[in-house]
């Protein structure tokens, strides 16, 4: 099984433009993005499954 990784994320709007930075625990440099689509991609990255449209598991007792 593979280590959980944990990021903070913080989102805000800034002049009206988007703005978000992710940080790993334990890394000191956020990395910055300006449109949400990055942000996901990145994220869905860092999850190291492949988008396939899955959806989360909403119930954990249940296989998903």
């Known amino acids: 099984m593979n280590e959980a990784q944990i990021f903070t994320v913080r989102v805000w ?3 009206e433009h988007f703005r978000a ?7 000191e440099q ?5 449109a ?3 942000l996901a991609a990145f994220l ?17 007792p249940d296989p998903c």
């Open 44 to 60: 869905l990255d860092a999850a190291d499954q492949p988008n396939q449209g899955d959806t989360p598991c909403l119930n954990p």
């Open 36 to 38: 949400p689509a990055p």
């Open 21 to 27: 930075s992710v940080r790993a625990v334990g890394e």
């Open 30 to 34: 956020a990395r910055l993005f300006t």
């Open 13 to 15: 709007r800034q002049a």
